[in-house]
């Protein structure tokens, strides 16, 4: 009686969340899809075609910087967290709970953070730098969680054959235990992506809501995702919000579709 009563629990609470989430995607599709105009995707934005091509390209941009910064410093803290650092040792107990708490932290705290530091003290105001960086320090907690879960769930029993076969520490990461642990750490960066890609509060303060394509780091500009909170918050373009949101959808749906493509490509060979 107990285990159908909580059989019966678990399908309901899957069906919540599924339904959840089918019900907003079919909405902003069923909303979005018919206002999509070949106008949205010119080059430069006018008040007239509302064109998100800038947006897309500056979502392309940011995102892809702050992987670049933010991809080895959380990998590599994270193998130093599990390989390097002695077990129980009170400063990387210490930094477990920092990240922990800051993988917490609402983004909105991000971005003033982002605003007082990078933008008014550092004067880089409102940039892509300073967008950027914001984006790195938010997303660094999640990519040493997810490398250092990675890498815990990889059996001792390995470490100790390579060494036993006679590989040094080096050689016994990068042959044995990255090839093993590569899903879960590309699980925390696409994570880490897809959290760039949605984020608006913390790139408002940062990267600002220019319309125009950023011709330098120390330009302004907008995602995707501000884009359309921009359209919708003015109330003047509330429809082509819905087909941002559209844009935005497959925008991550191609991004998933590549790290997962990526990633089978990396770790072939190893399974």
Same mark, same amino acid.
């Given at each position: 009686m107990a285990s159908k009563l909580m059989r019966s629990l678990i399908y309901l609470a899957a069906a919540i969340t599924f339904g959840s989430l089918f019900y907003i995607v079919a909405f902003i599709l069923a909303k979005g899809i018919p206002y999509i105009t070949p106008e949205m995707f010119a080059w430069k934005y006018t008040t007239d075609n509302v064109s998100l091509m800038p947006s897309l390209?500056?979502?392309l941009i940011v995102v892809g910087m702050t992987l670049l910064i933010a991809t080895p410093l959380g990998v590599f803290t994270g193998f130093y967290l599990v390989e390097y650092a002695k077990k129980g040792n009170k400063v990387v107990e210490v930094i477990r709970i920092a990240t922990d708490t800051l993988a917490a932290v609402p983004s909105i705290v991000y971005g003033l953070f982002g605003m007082l530091f990078f933008v008014t003290f550092l004067n880089f105001q409102y940039s892509v730098l300073a967008g950027v960086l914001t984006s790195v320090i938010m997303v660094l907690p999640l990519i040493i969680r997810s490398t250092e879960e990675a890498l815990l769930s990889v059996n001792d029993s390995l470490r100790e054959a390579s060494f036993a076969l006679g590989a040094g520490k080096l050689r016994t990461i990068f042959r044995v235990i990255l090839p093993v642990s590569m899903p879960g750490i590309l699980s925390g960066v696409i994570l880490a992506s897809g959290r760039v890609v949605g984020e608006t509060a913390a790139l408002l303060y940062t990267l600002g809501s220019s319309t125009n394509l950023p011709d330098s780091l120390? &330009?302004? /500009?907008?995602?995707?995702?501000?884009?359309?909170?921009?359209?919708? &918050?003015? /109330?003047m373009h509330v429809n082509e919000s819905y087909a941002t949101g559209v844009v935005l959808i497959l925008f991550v749906l191609?991004?998933?579709?590549?790290s997962t493509f990526l990633s089978n490509r990396l770790t072939k060979g190893t399974k």
């Open positions: 390209i500056t979502t120390f &330009s302004s /500009g907008r995602t995707l995702a501000l884009h359309m909170y921009v359209l919708s &918050s003015e /109330g191609i991004i998933n579709g590549l």
